[in-house]
């Protein structure tokens, strides 16, 4: 049990797109979700958290407007890269929660996303 | 500013013996504790959690927590090459809240 899934794994885009990174909980709802980057050789950086059907709260220093996240179901939740640079190329990975699981998190395989 | 703390490592045990893993964090008001584990280029995997004061045992690991210390620990017993990986430690508040996680110790386990 537990699985969350992401979709694509690897992405690859020109600067200027925008890129969508799905995240889906498998088999069971997630009432939280929350999403992370981690450049090489570098721990995890949070940059969001979200709660399905409301607003996602940002982590100092991660721009909202650049970094787009809707949680529209207990299942999905999505990460839209907007106006995507050199420097956005990192690997996104999301995790989720929920009322059963309560404290544990259960993470996606991640997608690696490179800007060229 | 919650902090997690643990040695970065490397560290470096013979394939059979015990490895010892150790975390420190500083919100006393931390409740919920975790070691995940985390190969090269893939995502962290949940290993062991551990909310109460004490040892928990899963397996060949054994987690072990002491508040009052705010300190936490990961035990991993005849370790295994397929062992080696960074190893990582998040603390919460609560439910559903945000993990807070440390830079993590890469661990390799040589045969």
């Known amino acids: 049990g537990a699985v969350v899934s992401q979709h694509p794994s690897r992405v690859i885009c020109k600067s200027g797109t925008s890129v969508k990174i799905e995240c889906r909980s498998l088999?069971?709802?997630?009432?939280?979700m929350f999403w992370y980057r981690q450049f090489p050789k570098q721990s995890l950086m949070l940059m969001a958290t979200?709660?399905?059907?409301?607003?996602?709260?940002?982590e100092q220093g991660v721009e909202k407007d650049k970094f787009l996240i809707n949680h529209a179901s207990l299942t999905l939740s999505t990460l839209t890269v907007t106006s995507a640079h050199p420097e956005d190329s990192s690997f996104y990975i999301c995790?989720?929660?929920?009322?059963?699981?309560?404290?544990?998190?259960?993470f996606g395989p991640g997608t690696r996303l490179t800007v060229t | 500013q919650k902090e997690v703390e643990q040695n970065s490592g490397p560290l470096s045990v013979p394939e059979g013996a015990i490895a010892s893993l150790n975390c420190t964090y500083s919100?006393?008001?931390?409740?919920?504790f975790f070691w995940y584990r985390q190969y090269s280029g893939k995502s962290p995997e949940l290993i062991m959690s551990?909310?109460?004061?004490g040892d928990k045992e899963d397996g060949r690991f054994t987690a072990q927590l002491n508040k009052a210390s705010q300190y936490v620990s990961l035990l991993i017993r005849d370790s295994q090459p397929s062992d080696s990986a960074t190893y990582l430690c998040?603390?919460?508040?609560?439910?559903?809240?945000?993990?807070?996680f440390g830079k993590g110790t890469l661990l390799t386990v040589n045969p």
């Open positions: 998040a603390v919460s508040p609560g439910s559903n809240y945000k993990l807070t």
């Open positions: 979200s709660n399905e059907g409301s607003k996602a709260t940002y």
């Open positions: 919100d006393r008001g931390s409740q919920s």
């Open positions: 551990i909310y109460s004061n």
């Open positions: 995790s989720a929660s929920s009322r059963t699981s309560g404290d544990e998190q259960y």
């Open positions: 088999d069971f709802q997630a009432t939280t």
